[in-house]
């Protein structure tokens, strides 16, 4: 025979099991500071290595790169690049690129309002952010459809529901119907008050910037010097690729990073399409954008915490349409942590898929990307929880899905129980040939916490599963998220820091808002 | 802003892509010999793989093992091992196992009838071999059934089309509609015809032990001295766990190694019931069944090529049903391939699922499995293709799906481009800052073969999907297995060999093949 497995054995039912998400017996709160155990692995040698780096110095010797604003250029020009009258060019000495860089902190900690929501980023750490940024999101009854408030909330609620998503990653939709003045204030206050994780604020102009800023400083609580000394915002920065910083994005360095907020430099580094076809060509120029833009960041002010973004995947080369989770993606991640352990910075990536429904595309692309996140070493991760259709849409049933696999990299790296009582011989003594294990003082002291229960998994055999009406994975993560979001439960906030919040931004709107001229 | 990607570019269409399986202008003849690139993922430390290691040593010497066959324990016994009148029962003494298993060879090649398909086995190699043993098989439209020998025919065709599928790894699905004496001999004729690669006998007593040694010699068109210096035919050996060998398994062993063919000793461990219920004691289990059957080969006779075979998952507590792709099934294939490093013996694992239908559990786990192995450095991957529902339903569909996935991994493995012309420096050059690479030469000589193009995933955008009637990934997956079905060819057999082969399987069945008694 080959491995036909018995029919499954019908075990006494378990007292003190329940369906819900959060594992029976077993708190959740241990998914909240997870740490890398595997050593990183490399996909290029480090001569190779070395190769990808030396491009990148080149790139930024010998072409440059746009800076399209003029106090970034000034600020450029006084540490010494290569600014020159009426360009938005500058190129950088590589002196000048990796002695900036050298004050780049290896791990910082962004602050929650909820200090035990706190993030490590870098070092061995592993941070997992919610989807960021969708226009569009869907559920399997109302079908996919434009951003909006109530939906936004709802998906706020939900990344508050599990200790595995760390932080929200921007707007897990876009709410379009509210307008742009003012979206940032409403959606920013919300997060703030429908979650105590750590968050983030678009870079869009000077005064967003700003009122994220306050926002976050009145939700915690704390004075502007507090603030400045404890890392509490994050805005993810997306270079222009090729070899662009737009004026909103480097407004966006220059009022975070002076103020010692994090950034996230990620150039979206599409091979064969913004980049080179070829992988490393790819990263070549990611690593340009990136280090140009970290840079920028210890330029502004030197020690500011910055993170790196990997961003490089592949198109499609019938449609020009980007693809995630592929093979070329996994090799980018994978180089992409090599770079940033030479740099000592911390390291983003995302749990990327392209899929249009949450089928079996949507499920090993994200895995691939987890797979490739994991092994490269990442410390942030974005989008970790709801991406779709690569990024085009918010998924409530792939919110769900990714929280179960989220859960399950998680449980790879907790260690596994070598001592004399994991190993059990006194059960292989007790048992001996023949017999099984069901019934020993061994399992029955371990049954309720020794494996992972997964949300999704259906693990009922054939008939029991059709009787059940032949559900699939994405049919139970429909169930699940309306179930968690039923049982949501505000964060408790202080009354005078809510009253504090609303009464910002009531005001800030009574002022227009931000402008909307971006 | 986060990362929102610009909507699809269109570019040109292309001329000469079509939406076949086999990448256009490109062979995926390269899929046929693989090799490992990634220095392999530990999970234990080395402290605790000798705790493993010890353990299981003690479980051989204080427990021992049932070898449920006289001949085997006779044979044992001459060994020096603890063997006592009336008892299936025998110890063994450490370093009876340590020194037995020193003559196991690190690799060795598995020959074909087609020289071409020769896999090779250990070291950095990995191969992959379809999915064995399923009583039932699926598709889409047929729905679940029992295996039957269309199927099973089909099945078997399926795998000769990829290049990626290395090996059939027994019956596809059980031909049940064949009466149990002669199955074997209409299976493994149909094999050696319907493919070219590598293949299985099951060790189901000594007869069709003979009988598929006889085949695959007449297939090769060998003499018996060629067949014993050349490795031909593999069976799978599952202990009975916990701790015991049965005579048909003790038979194949026997047979087999005898005669220098390969045996893959693989204990069905199941954490939680045939199993203690940690991991670290399932493997302890796992790794003292797995020794003492590869102590028996090499004892039988030394330097016979065996692998060893990691099987450890969990069950569901709730249920006591097999669960595959979990965080302890990917921990059990990380340890278990730290234990055949030391001992320097293939490793042999499977790309295993418990999912009843293929969404994106099926995927999940599948692909939770593959980053198990190859980060576990895994050599011979058995039900690499095509295994649902914890191996009791092969699907066409899922075939398809793992087909896929299998030549990603593929695609992971092979070395990014970081010569002058992989980093593209000149094409960066002439793009520049806000250009894009659609049209530059770089591109242009790259695009057809830059990135692999999967099988499987949908990539275009949501409104011209959504025309297209929202296909899932397993309606492609199904419309691609009716095509390469339909596109099936039979690899060329000489005339005087093909005679043979039913000559022999004609006599045999006069005999009246094989005893049922088992």
Redesign the interface.
Known sequence: ?????SP????R??PG?SSGSARPGRSTARYRALKHR??P????SED?LE??HD?SL??LE?????FVHDEARQILKRAGADVRADS??VRFDSDLVLQAIKTCPSEFTLHARNPERNVRIGGKHLVFAQV?????CSDLQGG?RAGNQRDFRNLVRLAQRFDIVHAV??YPVEPVDLHASIRHLDCLSDIAKLTDKPF?A???GQARNRDGLEIVRIARGITHQQLEAEPSLFS?I?S?S???LDTPMLQGIIEMSSRNQAIML?P?T????????????AL??QNAEALAGIAFTQIVRPGAPVVYGG?TS??????????FG???Y??AVL?GGQLCRKYGIPYRS?NAC???????????????SL?ALL?GGANFV??AAGWM?????SSFEKFI?DVD?LQ??A??L?P????P?????D???E????????G?A??LE???T???A?I???????ET??EAG?P???QKANAVWQKELAEYERPPMDAAIEEELDAFVARRKQEGGAPTDF
């Open positions: 025979m080959t491995d036909v497995p499954p054995v019908a075990a039912r378990r099991r595997f050593p692995t490399p996909v290029v190779e190769a990808i491009a080149t790139i010998e072409i440059g790169m746009d938005a060019r960021a940024s969708p226009p569009n996919r990653g921007g983030h678009y870079s869009l993810i997306n222009s090729p070899l662009r990620t979206f599409l091979a064969g399409a913004m980049a080179p076809v070829t992988i490393a060509g070549a120029q961003f592949n198109v499609d080369m019938k449609s020009g349409a980007p693809a592929t093979p070329e996994m090799k180089a995302s392209a899929a249009n429904t949450v089928d079996a595309q949507a499920a090993y692309e994200s895995v691939f797979w092994q974005l989008h259709e690569g990024g085009l849409t899905l696999l399950m990299v449980e790879l907790t596994l129980d070598v001592s009582a994991g190993l059990g011989l059960a292989i003594r048992v001996g040939p023949g017999g099984h294990y069901f020993t061994h399992t371990r049954f309720e020794a494996f992972y997964p999704i998994s259906d693990w009922r055999n054939f599963w059709s032949s699939t994975a994405m």
